[in-house]
């Protein structure tokens, strides 16, 4: 059933154009930069060269089945070879696969080509999420899915699964139009890829290493795209979405993220109340820990452990921060000290000791965060 929900998102991200699946059944999606319309013209060509050959070659095999068969009473020609036929289809297909090469060549070099660019985005994957940094403009923030995560584990849910289904994204990757945005991929954990069809870019992230792509395009709009390698249970959950903005667009929304920065820098120093703490909690739990631990707190029984009512969250609040905060090495829990900050961890655990009827009384601030780590 999981499969059958990936290959519903595989479909979505077809159709994330707002067009119809019918209009691609036969041809590739026209692209929106330079090397993705490229790929759309080389794939036209050699599809066109196929033709003509399977034409020439499956006409002449016709004919002569039909016109030199023995029921005919023709009688087959013996011979040993033909120099100037062997010479005639050596050239013809190396000809051929020049008209091929020639430009895919091109396009390949133009793909590479990171120089001159306007703007740099490090993209950093975890499990099952993406990090971007925008290189010299002070801007960094997490991606996730925004689909409700009940769907990841109870199919029964009721919910539409419109064009955008399990596409869509709480931040979305914003950069202005005619811009080359260089890309600089690398990985937190396992190997991810970063992959958007319409821009003609599909780059591993692997730990350790750093990858380069780019895109420029002339077209505004908000284009999608998943991860493209096997990188684990939730591989399905963790999609692409980059909105291209005008110049103008693009400087009003750098000043809304570096005010929300300020103003989570600012809420680092406050005292928050207890209601505060659980509402900003249970949308941090929901974005980075429901799909593990559940939204009912219960786990997955021998993956994940449960938080409700377990010791994990009802005994010693110094040791739950510290499992939050710094991890739990070889296991699949992340730390999550260098991904949140110390509003959103205090309200976090917080919120999970005091959720489904746990009910220790307990409150975390954010200066005990900021004193554990």
């Avoid at 899915?145 to 029964?156: A, F, R, Y």
């Avoid at 954990?189 to 420029?216: C, L, Q, R, T, Y």
């Avoid at 730390?335 to 009827?357: C, K, M, S």
Wanted: overall charge negative.
């Amino acid at each position: 059933m999981r499969a059958a929900i990936r290959v519903a998102g595989f479909i979505s991200l077809i159709l994330s154009s707002g067009q119809s699946l019918a209009e691609y059944q036969l041809d590739m999606r026209p692209g929106v930069t330079s090397f993705s319309q490229g790929a759309y013209e080389i794939h036209t060509l050699v599809m066109w060269i196929s033709v003509v050959i399977a034409i020439v070659v499956f006409g002449a095999m016709t004919y002569a089945i039909i016109n030199h068969r023995k029921s005919k009473g023709h009688k087959p020609a013996s011979f040993d070879d033909n120099l100037k036929l062997e010479i005639l289809w050596t050239i013809v297909p190396f000809i051929i696969l020049g008209f091929m090469a020639v430009p895919a060549t091109k396009v390949l070099l133009d793909m590479e080509d990171v120089s001159n660019s306007d703007m740099s985005i490090k993209v950093t994957a975890y499990q099952w999420k993406w990090h971007y940094d925008y290189l010299g403009e002070d801007i960094s923030f997490f991606s996730n899915i925004t689909t409700p995560d009940s769907l990841s584990v109870d199919t029964s849910c009721n919910v539409e699964m419109d064009e955008n289904y399990l596409l869509d994204v709480d931040n979305r990757v914003v950069v202005p139009v005619n811009k080359k945005i260089r890309l600089l991929f690398t990985s937190n954990d396992v190997i991810h890829a970063w992959w958007i069809p319409a821009f003609g870019v599909k780059k591993d992230a692997i730990p350790g290493f750093i990858n380069e792509s780019w895109f420029k395009t002339d077209k505004p709009g908000v284009y999608r795209g998943q991860c493209a390698e096997l990188c684990g249970t939730n591989h399905g959950f963790m999609p692409i979405v980059v909105e291209v903005k005008s110049e103008e667009d693009y400087a009003a929304w750098v000043g809304i993220q570096k005010a929300a920065a300020a103003e989570a820098a600012a809420s680092a120093g406050k005292t928050w109340t207890m209601d505060e703490l659980m509402a900003h909690g249970e949308k941090v739990y929901a974005t980075n820990c429901a799909a593990c631990h559940q939204t009912s707190g219960e786990g997955i029984p021998n993956v994940f452990p449960g938080l409700k009512g377990t010791p994990i969250v009802t005994g010693d609040i110094a040791k739950h921060i510290e499992i939050v905060v710094k991890g739990v090495p070889g296991t699949a829990m992340q730390a999550f000290g260098g991904q949140l900050n110390d509003a959103d961890i205090a309200a976090l655990v917080t919120y999970e000791r005091n959720a489904w009827e746990n009910n220790t009384g307990d409150i975390v601030q954010p200066s005990d965060i900021k004193a554990a780590r």
